[in-house]
């Protein structure tokens, strides 16, 4: 399983980013993904999911309403759409698969497969 992830950068307190991480290596159709993040000094928090088995999505209280998750099976890419971002939101986005198409969670140990990370900052 190979996961990477693209569209990090810098951007203003109220912009927007939208990050993809691209996998390979993997039946898509069938793997839960999500989006996980992690700020300096602080411990890797999930920020959204979206099960294979039926498209049902969660999010993280701090992110609903302004991050929307979405994926492309046939490019075999997860997207991560993020608005209003705020200074809070500065931290390494992770993506992360797991071979369970009913799966539903933002917790680190039910995912196996992890990308190496994309930064984003946003400034006051």
């Known amino acids: 399983v190979q996961l990477a992830e693209s569209g990090g950068g810098l951007v203003q307190a109220g912009g927007s980013l939208r990050l993809s991480c691209a996998a390979s290596?993997?039946?898509?159709?069938?793997?839960?993904m999500a989006w996980f993040r992690q700020a300096p000094g602080k411990e890797r928090e999930g920020v959204s999911c979206i099960s294979a088995s039926d498209g049902l999505t969660s999010y993280a209280d701090s992110v609903k309403g302004r991050f929307t998750v979405s994926k492309d099976n046939a490019k075999k890419t997860f997207y991560l759409q993020m608005n209003n971002l705020k200074p809070e939101d500065t931290a390494i986005y992770y993506c992360?698969?797991?071979?369970?198409?009913?799966?539903?969670?933002?917790?680190?140990?039910?995912?196996?497969?992890w990308g190496q990370g994309t930064q984003v900052t946003v400034s006051s």
């Open positions: 992360a698969a797991e071979a369970r198409p009913l799966l539903l969670s933002l917790k680190v140990p039910d995912f196996k497969s």
């Open positions: 290596g993997i039946n898509f159709d069938v793997y839960t």
